[in-house]
């Protein structure tokens, strides 16, 4: 009789797990609810757009509904969803359902057995959280730093200081993945691991906003799980992570699945790439062109030419533009040397000479109709043209720094009018 109960149970959990009677919410009927519930309108577009990472007149390309159920649950633990989902970890009892052949529609299940990560949401408020797992002996104080680190975030009952723990654990696991990865990656003697290191700087710095640290750490691993990441640059990757604003799902986690099946996906997200600036002005990610735009239609362009009416020029303001510009373009053109190797070689391109300062106005050449032309912009053109898509060698890799080292001393005693004339992909 026992052994029948339980088959009987069993199959009415499979029933209750496969409904279909649900009814899918629209972004307008969910404005209604939540104003019924919080009578906030504007509060309420906000946490619309947070919970899918729409943009204005950009919607997620993948959700865009949510049911009756996930509604009412959503708005329930308003506190959970200010940053909205991490997509990769969806909070136990949410599913996928159909709406005009698209799985696009959030739907939650009570009944609904999926295996969840600690890097979910938790919703269950009868769930025991209590972390049963410790950090790994290795790195165990810097671990414990980003612990405190999160803790600190917690606002009233978004996550308990358990939640928070168990999440890194899974997060650390990732970092020990990817560290495996590299020791079975060719050359990987060349290739820096992942060092846990709480950073200095964060883009949560200073400022009073509401988040999730759940969410925010879950973000952080599917960052680093983003199949378009090369070893090379895991740790570029890991170091940038906080300084990312991780907080907005409109941002980073927006623009890398917009991306990820587009014939330039993103190969690393950096702070250089001003996410929360692409979100203000409703844009994507955008590198220049060709390369000869370097120096014409990118920031460059810009921070020059604002500085064109007073005559003066500020170079580090110049190199800050233009390498953002550069890494703008190298993490959607790949393949690609690593990051750590691009930021070498900026440090010896701001090093050379190769104009004197007082001609150093008239050598960038402002005019509105005139792109600036600089001797130091196509040291940057030619850095990325030698060493990224069609040019990229793996097997000449290895050697791209001591080749670049040889180039730039090679060069910083020709002549300025030779100089453009140079073309590293010659010597490679």
Known sequence: ??????????????????????????????????????????????????????????????????????????????????????????????????????????????????????????LDEKKDNASVDDFSADDADEKNKFLSFFQDKIKGSVCTESEIKNALIEF????????????????????????????QSHALEGQDIDINPVVIIARMASIMQNPHLQPKNYQAQFEALLQLPLHDSRAVPREITDRQFSDFPLGIALPEHDFESQVEKNTNLSAPATLDDFATNGSCYLTIGSKAENGSVDKEVFFKAVEKDFLKYIALHQPAASIDFYRQCFAQIKQMKLHSDEHLVDFFGYHQHRPPKSAYAKMYQMLARSTSGENFSATEEDHYEQTWASFCEAIKDTPNMYQSQFNLTNHL
Not at 2 to 26: G, M
Not at 79 to 101: A, S
Not at 180 to 198: F, G, Y
């Open 172 to 199: 650390f696991k990732v970092i020990e993945q990817k560290n495996e990865e590299i020791d079975q990656t060719q050359n990987s003697s060349d290739i820096r691991k992942i060092e846990i290191k709480l950073p």
């Open 1 to 122: 009789m026992k052994i029948k109960l339980t088959v009987q149970n069993q199959v009415q959990n499979e029933v209750q797990a496969n409904d279909s009677a649900y009814q899918v919410i629209d972004k307008q009927t969910f404005l209604q609810n939540y104003r019924s519930n919080f009578n906030n309108e504007k509060d309420a577009e906000i946490f619309w757009d947070q919970l899918f990472g729409n943009r204005p007149q950009s919607v997620h390309p993948h959700f865009s509904h949510l049911t009756d159920a996930s509604c009412k649950l959503i708005i329930e633990h308003k506190e959970k969803f200010y940053n909205g989902f991490d997509f990769d970890h969806l909070p136990k009892g949410f599913c996928l359902k159909e709406k005009d052949g698209k799985l696009c529609v959030l739907h939650y299940n009570l009944y609904l057995e999926n295996s969840v990560s600690a890097l979910a949401v938790n």
